[in-house]
């Protein structure tokens, strides 16, 4: 009698604590459209860096387009912790090989330079930022936060201005520009906002009036409501047509004499007393 035995075409693979992740930090926050999940190995790799220099960096993460291009002008990476000349070193030394590694890109390393260059006019963008206070990623040796939601919004609409050539690009821009003000009307008690705040913030990006309507009429289309007011000028009511002016010419009234009061003289005759004749003689 003849047994056979099927054997398994592969072993069974014993798994290891060595392949098992560790959790995340609880504050982690992972938004796909600030960051794309092929960062993360590279993100960890940089915090444990920087953790045996015993620094810890905190950066604002954010992107001009909607899907990564993979361009560094799309990327937006600002230093939030001031670092000094020998920190500042170590911290891009890290990034840039962290970025060779796991095939990052150019994209980091340039965003960092450009920082260098604009550091006084991301001040007010910092400030925002750190009150919006959205954790993207946390752990020992960095955090990165979000940019905040309004600068993206502008510059996403800065961008679709430039590019304004094929339908389907506009919807994918103006799709994400009604998710990025619907999550910033959410975190301010769901009030909506005006076109004025938008023209006032980050006023060195240009936007137009049309491009805001058409991301307020999407909204309202989304969300049943409005998330930016517009405001249509109330059409003023017609005046009266006013008759011509007919020029009357005033005669000048001659200057009136007070009446006389004449008395009136009775041609009254004077009875003269009739003389009688004298007596006839007797």
């Given at each position: 009698?003849?047994?056979?035995?099927?054997?398994?075409?592969?072993?069974?693979?014993?798994?290891?604590?060595?392949?098992?992740?560790?959790?995340?930090?609880?504050?982690?926050?992972?938004?796909?459209?600030?960051?794309?999940?092929?960062?993360?190995?590279?993100?960890?790799?940089?915090?444990?860096?920087?953790?045996?220099?015993?620094?810890?960096?905190?950066?604002?993460?954010?992107?001009?387009?909607p899907m990564p291009t993979g361009e560094s002008s799309d990327l937006n990476i600002i230093p939030v912790?001031?670092?000094?000349?020998?920190?500042?070193?170590?911290?891009?030394?890290?990034?840039?090989?962290?970025?060779?590694?796991?095939?990052?890109?150019?994209?980091?390393?340039?965003?960092?330079?450009?920082?260098?260059?604009?550091?006084?006019?991301?001040?007010?963008?910092?400030?925002?930022?750190?009150?919006?206070?959205?954790?993207?990623?946390?752990?020992?040796?960095?955090?990165?936060?979000?940019?905040?939601?309004?600068?993206?919004?502008?510059?996403?609409?800065?961008?679709?201005?430039?590019?304004?050539?094929?339908?389907?690009?506009?919807?994918?821009?103006?799709?994400?520009?009604?998710?990025?003000?619907?999550?910033?009307?959410?975190?301010?008690?769901?009030?909506?906002?005006?076109?004025?705040?938008?023209?006032?913030?980050?006023?060195?990006?240009?936007?137009?009036?049309?491009?805001?309507?058409?991301?307020?009429?999407?909204?309202?289309?989304?969300?049943?409501?409005?998330?930016?007011?517009?405001?249509?000028?109330?059409?003023?009511?017609?005046?009266?047509?006013?008759?011509?002016?007919?020029?009357?010419?005033?005669?000048?009234?001659?200057?009136?004499?007070?009446?006389?009061?004449?008395?009136?003289?009775?041609?009254?005759?004077?009875?003269?007393?009739?003389?009688?004749?004298a007596a006839s003689s007797s």
């Amino acid at each position: 009698m003849v047994v056979s035995l099927r054997l398994p075409l592969s072993s069974p693979r014993t798994i290891t604590s060595s392949m098992i992740s560790p959790p995340l930090s609880p504050d982690f926050n992972f938004d796909s459209d600030a960051l794309t999940p092929s960062t993360l190995p590279a993100l960890e790799y940089i915090s444990e860096k920087l953790s045996q220099k015993s620094l810890h960096v905190t950066l604002l993460v954010g992107r001009g387009q909607p899907m990564p291009t993979g361009e560094s002008s799309d990327l937006n990476i600002i230093p939030v912790t001031q670092l000094d000349a020998q920190s500042w070193k170590i911290f891009y030394k890290i990034v840039e090989k962290g970025a060779k590694k796991y095939s990052l890109g150019q994209g980091w390393t340039d965003a960092l330079d450009q920082h260098a260059r604009q550091q006084l006019k991301n001040e007010y963008l910092i400030e925002q930022s750190l009150r919006q206070n959205e954790i993207l990623f946390s752990q020992e040796g960095l955090t990165l936060l979000n940019v905040d939601r309004i600068y993206t919004l502008k510059r996403r609409l800065c961008v679709l201005a430039q590019n304004q050539k094929s339908i389907k690009n506009e919807e994918k821009y103006l799709s994400s520009c009604v998710q990025l003000l619907n999550k910033t009307i959410t975190s301010c008690q769901g009030r909506p906002f005006s076109f004025g705040f938008f023209h006032r913030a980050y006023e060195h990006l240009h936007i137009t009036d049309d491009l805001l309507k058409k991301v307020a009429e999407a909204y309202k289309a989304r969300y049943g409501q409005e998330g930016i007011v517009i405001i249509t000028p109330k059409s003023s009511p017609a005046l009266p047509a006013v008759a011509p002016t007919t020029s009357t010419t005033i005669k000048k009234e001659n200057t009136r004499k007070s009446p006389v009061m004449r008395t009136t003289a009775t041609n009254a005759r004077v009875r003269r007393p009739t003389v009688m004749a004298a007596a006839s003689s007797s």
